[in-house]
Each structure stands twice: as C-alpha cells, then as structure tokens.
C-alpha cells in the first residue's frame, strides 16, 4: 500500500491488483462499504491487468446489488462485458452476461435477463462456465416469474436445483427454495411456500456458518410472507422482525424495502390500516429510490386493498389503476388478473355495468394467458389455498380438489401413471418440487 502512494500515477500490476481487490472484500465485509467502493474504483483506475479489472467490476457489481443500486449494478455490469470480449474468454464472458442478466432482473426488464440468460447457457466454456449454470436457471426463473410465466419459472428452479445438488452447491440451493418458496405464494399452495423458505433455513443452520447473514434474512422473510399467508400473524411478524434486523445491519435496502411492504401487509391482514399505510409509504420510497416496478405495484396493491376495507371506493380504483400501469410495464401477468378481479367488485358494487363487463373480459383473458387451471378437473388453480402438484414437463394440477358440493374430486391421486394429460409425458416426478 505504501508503494501505491508513492507511485500514485504509476500502474498497478498483477500481484498489486490481488492485494487491492482482497483489501476491498475485508473492508466490504466489515461494513466499511464506502472505503471498500474507493478501493475496488481506484483498482479500475490503475490496474493494467484484464483479470484484475473484471474481478474488480465484479465486486462493484456484487456490493451495488446488495445496497439496491440496480442502475450503477447495470453501468459495472457493461463494463465488465466490454472486458471480457477484450480478453476472449468464454469463462469471463459467461459470468459478465450472468452480471447483466441479473441487473436486469433487478430492474424489472423480465425478457432481457432471459435474453442474457439464454445467451449464457449457449456460450461454449470450461467447467467454471458450466459451475455458473445453477446462477443462470435461477435468474431466468425469477424473470419467467416475474412475467407470470409458471411452467417456465418451475422448469428453471428444478434445473437449478439439479445443479446445486449435482455442484454441492448449498449456497444455490438455498436461493432456489426461496424462490420456490415465492413461487407457491403466487399460486395459493401455502404448504409449500412455507416448505421450501423452512428448507433454506435448514441449510443455512447446517452449513451456513461462513455466509453471509442475508441468506438467513432471505429464508426469514420468505417464511414470513408464507406465515402471513396461512393467517399466523404472530409468527409473520417474528420473522419479518428477524429479517428487517438483518437488513438494517448490513444496509441492505432492497430486503429493507421488502420487509416493510410485508410489515404493512401483515397489519392490513389484521385491518390495522392506520399502521399498515405509513409501511407502505417508507416501502415506496425505497422501491422507487432502487427502480423495483414489480415491488411498487405490489405496493399500490396493498394500499388498494386497504382503501376497500375503509369503503374509500375511488381511492382504491385509483391505486389499483397505478398498480396496472406498473404491471403492464413490467408483464406481470398475475398482478393484472388481481386488478381487475378487484376493480370488478368495486364497479358491480357501484352497478356501474359497463365498468364491470370490461373488467370481466380482461380478468377472463388473463386467466386464459396464464392458464391457471388444473388439466384434470377444469378447476382454476392460485383463486385460494390447495396444494398442488407439478410433473416432470412442469404442467401444475391440484393434488387433490374439493369442490364446493360433495365428495371431494381428486386430480392427480386418481391419474395414476398415465402421464400429463396436457402433454401426455410421465407423471412421475423427480427430487421434492
């Protein structure tokens, strides 16, 4: 270090690059995050090793996505594309694709991470590409599901999962059951949005002692989304609480921001507007400040909801219509479908039939779009709590639906072996999505 200020105009070489760059990752590590950034800047400054330049961008990449600076995290990720393709090393290139795949994601630009996605799966690597593959499927799980994309969502997860089993790779393993724990939250199968968000606890109790803590603050709020869902508030709260002291800890505002949408749905579950529209307000701020468009629509959906149960009729119309410009944006199928199936109930209230009917056909239409219906008994599947069952093609049936009247209608318990009934391929089903 002393060298490097003596020799402040000079370049940096190789093995001073290293010293550099490992000097940053102890600052980051301590929480010292600003002296950390200046380091790793100064590295791309000065360094006149390739290598040691996009290890650096990736650094920069890694701490801007954890402070929710999804635009800087975009500006490193170029960068670091722009390096490899100097370099020509299908290994460098797979990994600033995967970088800007992610920056993607976080920003909501759902088809460009699946573009980038797909263009890392193409690339021709060594082993170390390959070892990355488990990172690509999940990003383009989390893209095909925020386009509402289901089949394709749980495609990605379960060829994510079979490399992180394949790779021993826990890490991996824990940020798929979370996104699988997501995953079953949007189609109403609480049992398993709890199962898999307890199942990357699990991991992180058994062999996370050297990770980060986000990967405990990650399983806590999962959970807790998956708590609230089944109406056990207390325990929702708990862990909402153990994931927010997390976030606080190590700034991380994204999961901050989370946090406090999912405070704030807790409180109107318990119809404690009064608490709940001031957590959606600091959840706003933040979701804005770092562009998550998914997560303010989530928001004005929240504060929606809150408007009916205070009767405040066109006020909830007006949230609801910003939650559709949002979803729109972004592609999020399911959240059109919860619009207008809110936005019906409040015009067949106000009898204003011509509101209604339009309603109606959009509601229709996306239920067709997303084609969220079992394939053996016609029934719609996310309207409310059943379990369901995913094959080998990733077609999603109720395991068992009880109709309203009678006996129960069992779907795939009664189906046997005879296979998918929409593709028609085997119905046994590997691992334990």
Not at 34 to 60: H, I, M, Q, S
Not at 76 to 99: K, S
Not at 337 to 359: I, N, P, T, Y
Not at 405 to 413: A, D, I, K, M, S
Request: hydrophobic share 35%; net charge neutral.
């Amino acid at each position: 270090m002393n060298i490097f200020m003596r020799h402040f105009g000079a370049e940096m070489g190789q093995d001073q690059t290293k010293q550099q760059i490992e000097k940053g990752l102890r600052l980051y590590q301590s929480n010292q995050t600003d002296k950390a950034l200046e380091v790793w800047l100064k590295v791309l400054e000065k360094t006149a090793d390739p290598g040691g330049k996009f290890r650096a961008l990736g650094c920069l990449i890694t701490a801007h996505s954890e402070m929710g600076k999804y635009k800087e995290m975009l500006k490193y990720a170029l960068a670091q594309i722009d390096t490899a393709r100097e370099m020509e090393d299908p290994d460098y290139l797979t990994e600033g694709y995967l970088n800007l795949a992610r920056s993607n994601e976080k920003l909501c630009d759902f088809q460009k991470t699946i573009s980038y996605c797909k263009t890392c799966l193409n690339m021709q690597g060594t082993t170390v590409s390959l070892q990355l593959n488990g990172q690509v499927c999940l990003s383009m799980g989390n893209a095909f599901l925020g386009l509402s994309s289901f089949q394709n969502a749980l495609e990605s997860y379960e060829k994510a999962l079979r490399y992180a089993h394949n790779n021993d790779d826990k890490m991996l393993e824990c940020r798929v059951c979370c996104s699988l724990g997501n995953f079953y939250v949007q189609l109403k199968d609480y049992e398993k949005a709890l199962f898999f968000p307890c199942k990357a606890a699990e991991l992180v109790n058994d062999y996370g002692k050297s990770w980060s803590l986000k990967y405990r603050a990650m399983s806590q709020y999962h959970m807790s989304v998956a708590y609230r869902k089944l109406e056990r508030l207390p325990d929702a709260m708990e862990c909402c609480e153990e994931s927010m002291k997390i976030a606080l800890q190590h700034g991380d505002r994204p999961l901050q921001a989370m946090c406090l949408l999912n405070f704030a749905d807790i409180h109107r579950c318990r119809k404690d507007v009064d608490k709940a529209f001031p957590r959606y307000e600091s959840s706003m701020c933040i979701m804005t400040e770092i562009g998550n468009r998914l997560g303010q629509a989530s928001i004005y959906l929240g504060v929606g909801k809150c408007c009916l149960l205070q009767k405040e009729l066109d006020k909830a119309l007006e949230s609801l219509q910003k939650t559709q410009d949002l979803a729109e944006a972004v592609g999020n199928k399911l959240t059109s479908l919860k619009v207008h199936c809110l936005s019906e109930g409040v015009f067949r209230s106000q009898d204003q039939q011509e509101q209604l009917r339009e309603q109606v056909v959009k509601f229709l239409q996306c239920v067709e779009e997303l084609e969220l219906y079992c394939g053996m008994c016609g029934e719609s599947i996310g309207e409310k709590n059943q379990q369901l069952q995913a094959l080998p093609c990733s077609h999603i049936f109720h395991l068992k639906y009880v109709g309203p009247r009678g006996p129960p209608v069992t779907c795939l318990q009664s189906n046997g072996t005879k296979g998918c009934p929409k593709c028609r391929r085997s119905s046994m089903k590997p691992g334990f999505v």
